[in-house]
């Protein structure tokens, strides 16, 4: 089952601007992850942030985690075209050695 | 970084007859892997963990005599979808655990499934 939901569904911007996206969880995590997948093709790992931290950056990228709302956030800033795609979040609950995936925001970048 | 790769990447099969799909990792050993399935335009839906050596655990809802696991080496797990049919179309997913966290989890590109 989902452990992730995330908002918005769909976001569409203009390059340049920033792009928020949030995800929330249920249960208790070891750690986030922020993933990006282009149509129809494989996963790539953005970023990983630890239940015992708060916020990351990682080049145009901020992610949030707030463990006592059960939610996270991943800031793209600056936008450009190529940020194009779906991006998902997903949890590592505590004990289950697995990862379960958000519903997943589309965010659509025009030039 | 590792590499995780899945063959074929795309399929097209018949209804009714089986397909395998592998899901290797190239430069680690793998105990565990994992197996996702997606619809279009939803998420990873995992579908079973695959255990070196030992029996598969499926998510509840995912038949174990339709979706086949077997990982007989550390660096091989494969997937066969039995007796396929069109519903059974979907992207599907491999990951492959290098250690015990999933801290260090690693994707394969995916294998497209069509059953006519």
């Known amino acids: 089952s989902q452990q992730g939901e995330e908002d918005p569904q769909a976001l569409s911007i203009q390059e340049g601007e920033n792009a928020t996206m949030n995800c929330s969880y249920k249960?208790?995590?070891?750690?986030l992850q922020w993933y990006r997948q282009n149509s129809g093709r494989g996963l790539v790992h953005l970023i990983l942030?630890?239940?015992?931290?708060r916020e990351k950056h990682s080049g145009r990228l901020r992610v949030t985690l707030d463990t006592s709302k059960k939610s996270s956030s991943l800031l793209i800033t600056a936008s450009r075209a190529a940020d194009t795609a779906s991006y998902f979040c997903?949890?590592?609950?505590?004990?289950?050695?697995?990862?379960?995936f958000g519903q997943g925001t589309r965010l659509t970048i025009n030039p | 970084g590792a590499v995780v790769s899945q063959h074929p990447s795309r399929v097209i099969c018949k209804s009714g007859t089986s397909v395998k799909i592998e899901c290797r990792s190239l430069d680690f050993q793998a105990t565990t892997m994992f197996w996702y399935r997606q619809f279009p335009k939803q998420s990873l839906m995992l579908m079973a963990t695959?255990?070196?050596?030992?029996?598969?655990?499926?998510e509840q809802g995912v038949e174990k005599d339709k979706f086949l696991i077997n990982h007989a080496s550390l660096t091989l797990s494969t997937l066969t979808v039995t007796s396929a049919h069109p519903e059974d179309s979907s992207f599907y997913i491999c990951s492959a655990l290098q250690g015990t966290s999933t801290d260090t989890q690693y994707f394969g590109p995916g294998t497209r499934l069509t059953v006519l």
């Open positions: 695959s255990n070196e050596g030992s029996k598969a655990t499926y």
């Open positions: 942030i630890r239940s015992n931290e």
């Open positions: 997903a949890t590592d609950p505590q004990g289950a050695q697995k990862l379960v």
């Open positions: 249960t208790s995590i070891n750690n």
